[in-house]
C-alpha cells in the first residue's frame, strides 16, 4: 500500500508533466500499471499571476493551501507542488497545511549535492530567479548559485509566461536558453537548474550546455519514492 500523493497545480504544462512522471515511472518500481494514487488539483492560473504581480506572497500561500485543504479531502497522504515560483510562499503554507509537503527546489538541490555539483545556474521566471527559494536551498547543501543577467531574467520570463505555459515550443527560444546556460557555463556553473517546470519542455541534457537538474521529474520521483517510504 502505497501512500495517497496530492499535487498542488499552478500552470497546467508543469502540473501535467510531472502527474505523467508518476505514473509513466512508478510501475519500474511498483509493477506493470502500478503508481501510487494521485489527486491533483489547480486554481486558474490567472489567480496565481494576479498574486506574483502584486507581490502578494500571502495570497499565493492561499490559494496553495486552498488546494490543499481539497487535497486532504480527497484523501492525499502528502502534498506536492509542480511550480517553483510560488514556493516563496511555501514557509507561509507549510505551517498551516494539514499535509506534510515535499519542497521541490530541496529536491533539486540534494541531488545537485549527489551529483557533487558545485556552483548551480538558476533558471526560471523572473518571480522566481530573483527570490531566494533556489538559493536558500542550495546553500543549506553548500553550493553555490549564479543567476542570469537582469535582460536575460526578463526574457526567458518572457518566453516561459507567453509560450511554454501554452505549450508552445520555438526553436529560437530554445537557442536563447542554450545561448544563456553557455553564459551561465563562462560564470562557473558546472549545472543547471530548470527552475521552472516547463522548462523540460524545450531544455534537457539532450541539448543543454551544462548538465540539467529537471526540477519536475526529480520532484516526481522524490514524490515516488516517498509514497513508498510510506514517510
Not at 500500500?1 to 496530492?6: D, K, N, Q
Not at 506493470?32 to 498574486?51: F, G, K, M, Q, R
Not at 539532450?206 to 517510504?229: F, K, Q
Request: glycine content about 6%; proline content about 6%.
Amino acid at each position: 500500500m502505497t501512500l495517497h500523493i496530492g499535487i498542488v497545480g499552478c500552470s497546467a504544462e508543469g502540473a501535467a508533466l510531472c502527474y505523467r512522471t508518476i505514473c509513466n515511472e512508478a510501475p519500474a518500481i511498483l509493477g506493470p500499471h502500478t503508481h501510487p494514487e494521485i489527486t491533483l488539483h489547480t486554481p486558474p492560473l490567472s489567480d496565481y499571476v494576479a498574486c506574483l504581480d502584486r507581490s502578494d506572497i500571502e495570497g499565493v500561500g492561499a490559494l496553495m493551501l486552498r488546494s490543499a485543504q481539497i487535497l486532504l479531502g480527497a484523501g492525499a497522504d502528502f502534498l506536492i507542488c509542480p511550480d517553483n515560483t510560488i514556493h516563496q510562499a511555501f514557509d507561509w503554507v507549510a505551517q498551516r497545511s494539514p499535509r506534510p509537503w515535499l519542497h521541490i527546489a530541496d529536491v533539486v538541490a540534494q541531488q545537485a549535492q549527489q551529483r557533487a555539483f558545485a556552483t548551480i545556474g538558476i533558471l526560471g521566471t523572473s518571480w522566481l530567479v530573483r527570490s531566494s527559494v533556489y538559493p536558500t536551498s542550495l546553500e543549506r547543501q553548500g553550493l553555490a548559485y549564479r543567476r542570469p543577467t537582469d535582460v536575460q531574467i526578463e526574457a526567458i520570463g518572457r518566453i516561459i509566461m507567453q509560450e511554454l505555459v501554452y505549450g508552445i515550443v520555438k526553436p529560437e527560444s530554445t537557442q536563447y536558453f542554450q545561448s544563456v546556460i553557455d553564459d551561465l557555463a563562462q560564470q562557473g556553473c558546472d549545472a543547471v537548474a530548470l527552475g521552472c517546470t516547463e522548462i523540460p519542455l524545450i531544455i534537457s541534457d539532450s541539448n543543454s550546455p551544462l548538465p540539467t537538474l529537471d526540477s519536475t521529474r526529480l520532484l516526481a520521483r522524490a514524490a515516488i519514492a516517498r509514497s513508498i517510504r510510506k514517510g
